[in-house]
């Protein structure tokens, strides 16, 4: 059964595989490409996901929602931004409303 640490577990294998083989690893092959690549792939994840959840296919969303995830994370990697990062953006935001918060941004 997932627990609250599977993502943290996930951004750890993926900064693990940085330094990787590519010819061997998915995940280090996507980070070779560099941050515009791992981008790429986030928005076409992001894309399928709403694709499914336009179509109402809760399994299928299911698994594209853990792709985007997945793809998130590396595109953090990419670019060094932990998933403790945007974590703690998270928690900084909490309590704050929506509208006010987003008012807030440069």
Request: aromatic share 2%; glycine share 8%; hydrophobic share 40%.
């Amino acid at each position: 059964m997932p627990d609250r640490d599977t993502l943290h577990r996930l951004a750890a294998t993926i900064a693990a595989r940085k330094g990787a083989d590519p010819a061997t690893s998915w995940t280090a092959k996507l980070l070779s490409q560099g941050p515009e690549k791992a981008a790429e792939k986030f928005g076409e994840e992001a894309v399928e996901a709403v694709i499914e959840a336009v179509k109402g296919d809760r399994e299928r969303l299911t698994a594209e929602a853990a792709d985007v995830l997945y793809h998130l994370l590396v595109m953090l990697a990419s670019r060094d931004v932990s998933l403790d990062d945007v974590l703690a953006e998270l928690a900084r935001r909490e309590g704050v409303s929506g509208h006010d918060e987003k008012a807030g941004r440069g």
